[in-house]
């Protein structure tokens, strides 16, 4: 076959084009002119300081069933209010209503000290008074009929039920600065208590709940735990077991203190004061914010974080970040792109750390929505910028992924890891809802920032731990995936992949099923 010369000139010209946008071959070609408008909005007009400060400073945590969780549902309609965007509470269940006061832990013997440490949520109060008592230890005793002997002598005490952990070092700084037979055998040791404390609790034949609630019934003044959370002053804080007498969290620091004290014999002494209301039934809101299609007004896209979190700390990279990330992520696209292809819907959910009970409520509420639903983009994992997204077992997902992450700045995209057609979500966070449903949701997956050890769940939870600059980036990406989504002419996919085989029953596995939501949490069943 004769070749023209022609042809060849452009086949050189297409493959040196090619060439040249390869990494480490010349620039890549500019944003897209929407695109820098996004970024310049996001860069020059940001308002993720002044969020967060309202937020996270002013609002606090927002634990399900509190009245700070109310107060960021209506702050976050009037802000997207006073942005031009319709919104609205959709009240989806009720909750144990549950305010938390002041925390009071001082050691008053055999020295004083103020102890830093915190009532569990839903704890209950100290009734207005300071309660003052010996400290003693969780025995180690024979068997369950042993414990039952044991109880009645714990009654005006604080009980200490966790285990004394032998270091607050984190184990990056031992790796620093230990030799390794150092390193080891601190682990060595910490294995060998941390087993041997497991059977001690085994040995009362109760389960944590259980045990708790038979030192309440036994008299016991309090209990004492500390729920270390592998980083430097990091305890996690979750909900109390008793209903009558107060749980209280201390940081590994003076709960070792305390512990020591009471092991080798010096009979410590704490007082405590801990301040709570019970507030009944209230009801728990997801919060919707809309931006209206005129063009398919009944196909959305969404997007998806969740609204609540534990009140150790203020909420802020758990999910306060996420939420900062869609609200922003919505005043830009209402500025820049007022009248979109599709619908645009935003979900903060309620009790997401109870079971993603507001999104699985949404999703058993809005069956038109689920089935007409475009894509759904929701973080949730910290203040890191967002380093991977996977296909959630959907077939396709790789085609219109791509195509929309090829619009993202050439900086923030480069460091997104894609994972096509990945697993399904069987939970963790909201975008499982809508998966188990069939729905094409996606979880923008950030870095660490070592949040599992710092800021989930814990006392350290706070303002300063966030990185603007990476909130402000995901902002970026998420406005210009929800754009992209919007303007796609084709609607996504739904067709799934064939799942792994499960090597216990020899078939496909499964697709996660549709879990129904808790809507009386905490409360007993409707007569």
């Known amino acids: 076959m004769k070749i023209s010369k022609l042809f060849l000139t452009l086949l050189f010209i297409q493959g040196s084009v090619a060439f040249a946008q390869r990494p480490g071959f010349g620039p890549p070609p500019p944003p897209d002119p929407f695109v820098q408008m996004i970024m310049k909005e996001a860069t020059d007009n940001s308002q993720l300081e002044k969020l967060a400060h309202e937020l996270f400073d002013v609002i606090g945590p927002r634990l399900v069933g509190t ?253 306060g970040t996420g939420t900062l990330t869609m609200m922003e992520a919505m005043r830009i696209l209402k500025k820049l792109y007022p009248n979109p292809k599709r619908t645009i819907l935003v979900g903060h959910w309620g009790s997401e750390e109870q079971g993603l009970n507001g999104s699985r409520a949404f999703v058993q509420d809005h069956p038109e929505i689920v089935k007409n639903l475009q894509a759904l983009f929701n973080q949730d994992n910290g203040t890191g910028r967002v380093v991977n997204i996977s296909g959630q077992g959907f077939l396709n997902s790789y085609e219109y992924i791509g195509r929309w992450l090829s619009k993202v700045p050439a900086p923030m995209r480069q460091q997104i890891e894609t994972n096509f057609p990945g697993s399904p979500g069987g939970g963790g966070s909201d975008f499982a809802s809508f998966v188990a449903a069939g729905a094409p949701a996606f979880s923008l997956s950030s870095n660490s920032w070592l949040y599992g050890s710092y800021t989930w769940h814990t006392n350290r939870d706070t303002y300063d731990k966030v990185v603007f600059d990476d909130v402000r980036s995901n902002a970026i990406v998420t406005a210009v995936l929800v754009w992209m989504a919007c303007e796609d002419p084709a609607k996504t996919s739904r067709e799934k992949s064939v799942l792994p085989l499960n090597p216990r029953t020899g078939q496909p596995g499964a697709w996660p099923a549709i879990t129904q939501p808790e809507r009386r949490g905490g409360l007993p069943p409707k007569q």
Not at 231 to 259: C, H
Not at 275 to 292: C, D, H, L, Y
Request: aromatic fraction near 10%; charge should be neutral; include cysteine.
């Open 67 to 319: 009245p700070q969780m109310k107060q960021a549902n209506d702050w976050a309609v009037a802000k997207y209010t006073s942005w031009g965007i319709e919104a609205r509470n959709e009240q989806w269940g009720e909750w144990r209503g549950w305010e938390r006061g002041i925390s009071h832990i001082d050691l008053i013997s055999p020295r004083v000290r103020s102890l830093e440490g915190m009532q569990l949520a839903w704890s209950p109060g100290t009734n207005g008074k300071t309660i003052t008592g010996e400290v003693v230890i969780l025995p180690d005793l024979a068997d369950s009929m042993a414990y039952v002997s044991w109880m009645p002598s714990v009654k005006g005490k604080f009980v200490l039920v966790s285990m004394n952990q032998p270091t607050g070092r984190p184990d990056y700084n031992w790796e620093e600065f230990a030799t390794k037979e150092s390193f080891d055998k601190m682990k060595a040791a910490r294995t060998a208590q941390t087993t041997a404390w497991a059977g001690r609790t085994r040995k009362t034949g109760m389960t944590v709940k259980n045990l708790h609630l038979a030192l309440e019934k036994a008299g016991a003044a309090g209990i004492v735990t500390c729920n270390w959370s592998a980083g430097f002053g990091a305890n996690k804080i979750f909900g109390a077991n008793t209903t009558k007498i107060p749980t209280i969290d201390i940081s590994l620091e003076d709960y070792g203190l305390v512990y020591r004290l009471a092991e080798f014999g010096d009979n410590p002494k704490i007082s405590v004061r801990t301040e709570s209301k019970e507030k009944g039934a209230v009801p728990a809101f997801n919060t919707v914010a809309e931006i209206k299609s005129t063009v398919k007004p009944d196909e959305y896209v969404m997007l998806s974080a969740h609204f609540d979190s534990w009140d150790g700390a203020s909420g802020a990279t758990d999910n």
